[in-house]
């Protein structure tokens, strides 16, 4: 609970943008993210809480794979197919450090995160099926 408080406190407001899970948002915010609606509730109190942006990841929710953005002022919904396969270990750090790819880019946040989400689909859809278990997505897809 003390590491929680800290990341709501002290990091939540130096970031530009936090992409949390669902169940990270939960945990963050006290909403249960299940659908749309509750992602945006999130989004929206994780922006309250001094977060720049805030990108919440809809792989927990059903249906297709949707991610939520906001910016503090509008919302932008990043949707693809979801893929059925166990190739996802790894996909939150990926699609983070993408982001921050192409913000050091100085591409626009949109523009970062809507190529996140297409890279981290390319390289679920092409997932490494190696070991036991969620194996990791492919970083080399292209």
Known sequence: EDTVDSIKK?????????????PEAKKLTG????????ARDAAIELVNMGAAAAVVKGGHMDGPA????????????FTTKRIDNENTHGTGCTFASAIACGLASNRSLRDSVSLAK????GGIRNGLNIGDGHGPLNHFHK
């Open 118 to 121: 297409a890279y981290v689909t």
């Open 10 to 22: 002290v990091l939540n407001p130096l970031c530009t943008i936090v992409t949390p899970n669902g």
């Open 66 to 77: 949707t991610d939520v953005l906001y910016d503090g002022n509008e919302f932008r919904m």
């Open 31 to 38: 909403i249960d993210v299940v659908d749309l609606d509750s």
